[in-house]
DNA sequence: TTGTATGCGTTATCAG
DNA sequence: CTGATAACGCATACAA
C-alpha cells in the first residue's frame, strides 16, 4: 500500500493524498472525505523512511540510554516521557547496549529521522569535539558531561558532581566512627566513568581523613553481564571474607547496596547493627528495601526537568547549560554510627 | 553528505562507493582504499532512511516493550538481546507507552524498517487477526496471547496461565491456614490483561475452597502513573486500615509486593509472622528483599529463550508454536503457617 | 572492474 | 482547489 495506491483508489491525485494525511494544502472536504475512507479502507499507514527522506526537519526527539535496564534511569526515563509529550513532541526511546557506541548510534539516528534533539543518558566522559559537531542537532548529555577541552557551547548537560558526592558517602561513614570500609565497584572500566569518579571520592575522603587506604577493602566485578543485585550480593560476601574487621561498605549504586545488604543478612550480620551499608543513585527499591538504605539520592525529578528545559529552549534557539546538581544524602536506616560515647 | 559527495571526492562513480560499503559486487583494491579514506575523511555515515526505502527485506528484528520500565522486563531483554546478536541479527527495542497501541508501533516499524520479525512483550490480549495480518511479518508475543478467535497460524506466542498461576498463588495461602486474604491490582483496566486473569485465579481460589468473598479485601489503584512499589505500599496501607483481621496479601506483581511489604514494615507489622505476602514475576529483586518475598516465579529465562527460537524458527519459513509454561512457586520467607497444630 | 540510469514512497513546487 | 513532476539518498540492473 502507497500513498499512490489511495490516490487511485480514490480518484484523486497523489499530492491531494499527501495533502489530507498532513493537513498541508486546502482540499475539499468532499475530497477529504473520500481519500479518508480509501486510507482506512485499506489499511493504509504511511511509510516514514520516505518521509524522512524528503523532510529536512522533524519533531522528534530521541532519548539513548545507555543500559535501559538500570533502575536508576527509571524515574528520568518516565519523567522525559511525559514532559516531551507535554510539548506535543515525540520521543523516541533507544536503548544502546553496554558494548555500542551511544555517540554513533545518536548521530545516525539524528541523520536518519531528522531528529530535532537528542538526550543521552547515561554513557561516558568520552565524547569529543568533532562528534557534537557531527551530530549538529541540540544535545543534552544527562548524568554526565565531556571533558574541559570540549566547546561547551556544543551541548548542555545536566549532572551531579560525581567525586564529590562520592567523597560525601565516605565521609558520612568516616563521622559515624567507621574506618574500615569497603568499597564495591560495578565495573571499573579505563575510560571515566561517574563509578570511577566515585572512587575517586572514596579515596580522597579516606586520605584526607588520615585513613589508610587498604585494596583489599575494594572489590570489583568480574563478570560485566551480572546483574546488579547478584554483583553486590557476591562482592560483598568477598570482601567480608577478607576483612572480618570491615564495618561499613560504600557501594556506588544503590542496586549494588541492595545485593550487599542482603548477603550480609545472608552471612547472619544485621543491617545496620553489624555492618553499615550507603548506596549511591536514590533509587526507589532502596526506600522500599528494610531496612531502607542510606543513600546518595541524586535529584532525578529535577535533573530531568531540566534536561528537557535545556533541549528545548536549545530547540528555540537558546544557548546552551551546563548544571551540576548536588545530592542529598539520605539517612535512612542503613547505617549506625559506632562512635564511642 | 552523501554517498554522492564520497564519490565524487573519490573521483569514482556512486554504485563503487554503494559496493565498497555493502561489500556487494567487486571492487578493486585500489579503488576501495581511494573510497575508504573518502568515506572516514567526511564522517560519511549512510542514510537508512534511503537505504530501507530501496531494501525490501532486512534482518531488524524488533522488540516492542509496553512498558520499559517493568522490571520483570530486564531479564527477557537482557536474554533477548544477547541471543539476537549471537545470531548475527541488529535488534531494535522500542518502547510503548501504555497509552499507545503497540500494535499500530509494530505495524508502522515493520513497514518504515523493513523489519523481518517483532517481539511483542507485555501488552494485552486484545489483538486480532486483521492486525496480525496487516504486519505480515514474524511475530511472538511474549506474556500474553491472542484470544482464541485469532487464527493461531498468524503468529506464535511465549506465556503462562496467569489464570492458573493467581490460583496457585492463593491456594499456596489457603493451605498455610490463611482465609482472611487481601488482593492487591496494580490498574484494572477493562481489557483482559495478566493482571485481571491473576485475580480470576484469587477468586476461584476462594470459592473453591469455601472463603467468602469480600471486596473490601480488594485494593486497586487510583493513579496508573504511580510507581509500582508506590502503588503497593498505599494500597497495603488502606487494606490493614480496613481489614485488621487480615493475615496474608497476594499482590498480582512482585513490586507491588514489596511496596506493601514496606508499608507492612511501616505499619509495626512482621513480616511473615504479623502478616504473609506473596508476589508475582519472581523478579531479582524480590529475592534480595529481606525477607525474600514468597513468589510464583514465571520462567523467564526459558520464555525468553523460546520466544527467540520461535521467532528465528518462523522467520526461516517454519511454523508458529504456541508455548505455555509453568511457574514456579518459591517459598522463602515471606509467608508463615497459622494452622493451628 | 566500473559508471549511468531508474525507482523506492514521500513531500513540495508550480502550473492548471 | 487539484494534479503532474522534481527531488530526497541509496541500491541495483544494465551498459560499458
Redesign the interface.
Known amino acids: 500500500m502507497t500513498i499512490k495506491d489511495i490516490a487511485q483508489a480514490a480518484g484523486v491525485g497523489i499530492s491531494t493524498v499527501s495533502r489530507v494525511i498532513n493537513n498541508s494544502g486546502p482540499v475539499s472536504e468532499k475530497t477529504r472525505k473520500k481519500v479518508m475512507s480509501a486510507i482506512s479502507e485499506h489499511?493504509f499507514?504511511p511509510?516514514?523512511?520516505?518521509r524522512?527522506?524528503k523532510i529536512s526537519q522533524s519533531k522528534n526527539i530521541a532519548l539513548m540510554v545507555k543500559g535501559?535496564?538500570n533502575?536508576f534511569f527509571?524515574?528520568m526515563?518516565?519523567i522525559i516521557?511525559?514532559e516531551v509529550?507535554l510539548r506535543g513532541y515525540p520521543l523516541l526511546?533507544?536503548?544502546v547496549?553496554y558494548s555500542v557506541n551511544e555517540m554513533d548510534v545518536a548521530?545516525?539516528e539524528a541523520?536518519?529521522?531528522n531528529l530535532c534533539g537528542v538526550i543521552m543518558m547515561g554513557g561516558s566522559f568520552t565524547y569529543t569535539e568533532?562528534r557534537f559537531r557531527?551530530l549538529s542537532i541540540p544535545c543534552v548529555l544527562l548524568t554526565v558531561k565531556a571533558d574541559k577541552s570540549v566547546d561547551p557551547s556544543l551541548y548542555s548537560s545536566v549532572c551531579i558532581d560525581d567525586e564529590k558526592e562520592g567523597y560525601r558517602a565516605t565521609e558520612y561513614l568516616i563521622s559515624l566512627g567507621h574506618k574500615r570500609i569497603g568499597f564495591i565497584h560495578h565495573s571499573p572500566s579505563d575510560i571515566p566513568t561517574p563509578s570511577s569518579l566515585r572512587y575517586k571520592g572514596y579515596l580522597r575522603a579516606l586520605e584526607e581523613h588520615g585513613i589508610a587506604f587498604d585494596p583489599s577493602l575494594v572489590a570489583s566485578n568480574p563478570a560485566a553481564?551480572a546483574?546488579g543485585?547478584?554483583v553486590g550480593?557476591q562482592l560483598m560476601k568477598q570482601l567480608h571474607a577478607r576483612n572480618r574487621d570491615m564495618t561499613a561498605v560504600f557501594a556506588h549504586a544503590d542496586i549494588l547496596a541492595?545485593?550487599a545488604?542482603?548477603a550480609a543478612?545472608v552471612l547472619g550480620l544485621d543491617v545496620p547493627n553489624d555492618i553499615s551499608i550507603v548506596g549511591f543513585d536514590g533509587i526507589?527499591?532502596a526506600?522500599?528495601?528494610?531496612p531502607s538504605i542510606d543513600t546518595i539520592h541524586q535529584p532525578a525529578q529535577q535533573m530531568a526537568l531540566s534536561c528537557i528545559e535545556t533541549l528545548f529552549d536549545m530547540i528555540q534557539g537558546g544557548k546552551s547549560q551546563h548544571m551540576t546538581y548536588n545530592c542529598v544524602l539520605l539517612k535512612r536506616g542503613s547505617c549506625k554510627n559506632i562512635n564511642t560515647v
Not at 526506600?287 to 528494610?290: A, D, G, M, T
Open positions: 489499511n499507514i511509510n516514514n523512511s520516505a524522512n527522506l535501559i535496564t533502575p527509571n524515574k526515563i518516565r516521557e511525559r509529550a526511546i533507544q536503548n547496549d548521530i545516525q541523520q536518519d529521522r568533532e557531527q553481564d546483574s543485585f547478584d550480593f541492595i545485593g545488604a542482603k543478612f526507589e527499591m526506600e522500599y528495601y528494610h
